[in-house]
């Protein structure tokens, strides 16, 4: 598991234990070192409703993103989940996307 990929796991605190597709964002160390259990994540979600509504988008902190279906990387969303919950890899970001990711999360996070 890479910084870039996305894979499908249980968001935290997902009553429906559904797996739904988050993206790795923690450094590629931490992600391939046994002893360290955890990796940092953010979510992806769909960007229609089930009413057919868009969710509302926050340009300093949401990516729009083609994956299956129109999608939103949502990067304030950020949690710590264990390697072991990772189901199965389902894309990888291109560097490019993950400059763009970057941007986001340091405008999350206050870091510019």
Avoid: H
């Avoid at 988050?22 to 002893?35: A, G, Q, T």
């Avoid at 509302?56 to 990516?63: G, K, M, R, V």
Wanted: glycine share 4%; proline share 4%; net charge positive.
């Amino acid at each position: 598991m890479l910084r870039g990929e996305i894979w499908s796991a249980v968001w935290p605190n997902d009553p429906d234990l559904k797996l739904r597709p988050v993206l790795i964002v923690s450094n590629n160390y931490r992600n391939m070192e046994r002893k360290l259990e955890d990796i940092v994540v953010v979510k992806i979600t769909g960007l229609l409703r089930d009413d057919g509504s868009k969710k509302p988008l926050n340009s300093d902190e949401d990516i729009l993103y083609k994956f299956r279906k129109e999608s939103i990387i949502k990067c304030s969303s950020i949690y710590s989940i264990e390697k072991a919950q990772l189901q199965k890899k389902l894309g990888t970001l291109t560097s490019q996307q993950m400059e763009i990711v970057g941007e986001k999360l340091r405008n999350v996070l206050e870091l510019n």
